[in-house]
């Protein structure tokens, strides 16, 4: 009886790690390092007060998180300027009667 169990238990240690190569394996599969370093770099830059090049230690006062405050909104939520030439999906899109960026986009291709 008790080696029957410890067979069991011996099964289901094995399913156990067999199982969690197999994740990982997967995930290392899935990774993509260089995106996911530029996201990183993108929201650091974006997001990290910055005294310099360098990292700020401390806010100086509320000033200083107000204009950080603005410097991130103008940064991240920039609206598209059509005629840029750069079509930015979805904002910008192929020009239709009197909608769309046909500067950036064109016009869109009838169907």
Known sequence: QKRI????????????????????AILFLQRQAYSAYEVNFTMVNNFVPSDGDEPAQAMGGQEDIY?????????????PVCGDG?????????SYGRFGCQADCGRLATT
């Open 86 to 94: 750069t079509c930015e999906f979805p904002y910008e899109f192929p």
């Open 5 to 24: 169990q410890r067979k069991s238990h011996y099964l289901e240690l094995f399913a156990f790690l067999l199982y969690s190569c197999m994740y990982l």
């Open 67 to 79: 204009l950080w405050l603005q410097g991130l909104l103008d940064n991240t939520w920039s609206d």
